[in-house]
């Protein structure tokens, strides 16, 4: 078994995207919210 690579877990960044696809992975918000989400970030982030 190969050791885990923490400091390349660590190294991944955190985006807002990530966050929200993983609230929904884990069930947390339900299919039209992460639809919808998107579309806040990007006018609340400038993307």
């Known amino acids: 078994m190969a050791a885990k690579n923490v400091k390349s ?10 966050l929200l696809a993983e609230r929904f992975a884990r069930g ?3 299919e039209s919210e992460y639809t ?4 806040v970030l990007r006018r609340n982030l400038g993307r």
Do not use: G, L
Not at 9 to 18: D, F, G, L, M, Y
């Open 9 to 18: 877990e660590q190294a991944r960044e955190e985006t807002p995207e990530r």
């Open 28 to 30: 947390e918000i339900d």
């Open 36 to 39: 919808a989400r998107p579309d």
